[in-house]
């Protein structure tokens, strides 16, 4: 049997000159096809984008030098008594208010943690999830002269301590007890921080979603200190935790965009065969959020990222280790305080 396309008898004489009008046909299905598959890929596209978990957690590259010691009084997580009641706490304070104190509270900019106490030894302890090298490094990247790509030091993880500095939730922030749990159910959620420690690596600043009304789809979600805590609480209930009832507020800084356009990885973009007009896009947009500025060239920054995400409304995000282009939609940027119920036994979050 002939196959398709070959030239069979009463195909002869007409190859050469004639035969482009024969095959035109089979090019022009062969282009809308991928068309339809390419629409059909971006129509199928799961918002929000799902975070991209990993096998293990990375050394930091030397490059990446935090300003403050992560986690400097670490300790491991206690095995506790089966029949222990550990009392669990709600803390809140403003970001970075060992330094500013409540300068950023009065924005409603705050970090979240939980605490824990055992009742039959008494001792106090904090669990906190953040960044390794400070917010700024995890939201922008560093452009070095020696690297094509941008340099990313974006990395978040969980750290606990004993103790509860109290002064410190409760000066400018919040100290309140939300739950009781049984020892087992402690031991249950330690082995369940460690899984999730090791897994999700890198800390994601914006909520991205397509308007600031009630219902409107959300592109990406962030993964940052409140997530954290929610996703415990989350676990915490499912090992049979009992929240009270009262309520409990979290920061959310979102951008606002229409439909995002993926653009590629790495590799794709600012390798050897990658596409140069969108690296130096990219690389562009990036420079104003240069670090330690001085204040001449801080105020043009601003100027810049003034008229590149507000007069021409473009934003390049990374996340999953991807970009994506955001074209930005009013009102651009918002930091909100918003109320997000304590779980229950019967009722669990969801896109956490």
């Given at each position: 049997?002939?196959?398709?396309?070959s030239?069979?008898?009463?195909?002869r004489?007409?190859?050469g000159?004639?035969?482009?009008?024969?095959?035109?046909?089979?090019?022009?299905?062969?282009?809308?096809?991928w068309?339809?598959?390419?629409?059909?890929?971006?129509?199928?596209?799961?918002?929000?984008?799902?975070?991209r978990?990993?096998?293990?957690r990375?050394?930091p590259?030397?490059?990446?030098?935090?300003?403050?010691?992560?986690?400097?009084?670490?300790?491991?997580?206690?095995?506790?008594?089966?029949?222990?009641?550990?009392?669990v706490?709600?803390?809140?304070?403003?970001?970075?208010?060992?330094?500013?104190?409540?300068?950023?509270?009065?924005?409603?900019?705050?970090?979240?943690?939980?605490?824990?106490?055992?009742?039959l030894?008494?001792?106090?302890?904090?669990?906190?999830?953040?960044?390794l090298?400070?917010l700024?490094?995890?939201?922008?990247?560093?452009?070095?002269?020696?690297?094509?790509?941008?340099?990313?030091?974006?990395?978040?993880?969980?750290?606990?301590?004993?103790?509860?500095?109290?002064?410190?939730?409760?000066?400018?922030?919040?100290?309140?007890?939300v739950a009781?749990?049984?020892?087992?159910?402690?031991n249950?959620m330690?082995?369940?921080?460690?899984?999730?420690?090791?897994t999700?690596?890198?800390?994601?600043?914006?909520?991205?979603?397509?308007?600031?009304?009630?219902?409107?789809?959300?592109?990406?979600?962030?993964?940052?200190c409140?997530?954290?805590?929610?996703?415990?609480?989350?676990?915490?209930?499912?090992?049979?935790?009992?929240?009270?009832?009262?309520?409990?507020?979290?920061?959310?800084?979102?951008?606002?965009?229409?439909e995002?356009?993926?653009l590629?990885?790495?590799?794709?973009?600012?390798?050897?065969?990658?596409?140069?007009?969108?690296?130096?896009?990219?690389?562009?947009?990036?420079?104003?959020?240069?670090?330690?500025?001085?204040?001449?060239?801080?105020?043009?920054?601003?100027?810049?990222?003034?008229d590149?995400?507000?007069?021409?409304?473009?934003?390049?995000?990374?996340?999953?280790?991807?970009y994506?282009?955001?074209?930005?939609?009013?009102?651009?940027?918002?930091?909100?305080?918003?109320?997000?119920?304590?779980?229950?036994?019967?009722?669990?979050?969801?896109s956490?």
């Amino acid at each position: 049997m002939a196959q398709a396309g070959s030239a069979g008898p009463g195909n002869r004489g007409l190859r050469g000159a004639g035969a482009a009008p024969e095959r035109a046909p089979w090019s022009w299905t062969l282009a809308l096809l991928w068309l339809a598959a390419a629409a059909g890929t971006r129509s199928r596209r799961q918002w929000p984008v799902p975070y991209r978990r990993f096998s293990f957690r990375p050394e930091p590259d030397p490059y990446c030098q935090a300003k403050y010691t992560f986690c400097p009084a670490s300790s491991p997580m206690p095995v506790m008594k089966g029949d222990d009641v550990i009392e669990v706490f709600r803390l809140q304070a403003p970001v970075w208010e060992f330094k500013y104190g409540d300068l950023l509270g009065h924005l409603k900019i705050m970090h979240d943690a939980i605490g824990f106490r055992s009742t039959l030894t008494g001792k106090n302890y904090t669990m906190e999830w953040y960044e390794l090298f400070q917010l700024g490094n995890c939201t922008f990247p560093h452009l070095r002269p020696e690297m094509n790509a941008p340099f990313w030091c974006n990395q978040g993880a969980a750290c606990f301590f004993e103790g509860i500095d109290d002064i410190h939730w409760k000066e400018n922030g919040t100290l309140v007890l939300v739950a009781t749990i049984s020892g087992n159910a402690f031991n249950k959620m330690a082995k369940w921080v460690k899984r999730d420690n090791e897994t999700g690596i890198y800390y994601e600043t914006w909520t991205v979603q397509a308007s600031p009304e009630k219902g409107a789809e959300t592109w990406f979600e962030s993964y940052d200190c409140s997530k954290f805590v929610l996703r415990t609480y989350e676990k915490l209930a499912e090992f049979g935790a009992e929240f009270k009832k009262i309520e409990t507020n979290y920061t959310r800084i979102f951008l606002y965009s229409g439909e995002p356009t993926y653009l590629g990885n790495e590799t794709s973009i600012f390798g050897p065969t990658g596409n140069k007009t969108l690296a130096l896009a990219i690389k562009r947009f990036y420079y104003p959020f240069k670090p330690h500025l001085p204040t001449k060239e801080f105020l043009l920054s601003l100027l810049q990222i003034f008229d590149a995400v507000i007069i021409h409304r473009q934003f390049y995000l990374f996340y999953n280790f991807e970009y994506w282009f955001l074209p930005m939609k009013f009102p651009f940027i918002k930091i909100t305080y918003e109320e997000i119920p304590l779980p229950n036994k019967n009722k669990t979050f969801s896109s956490l």
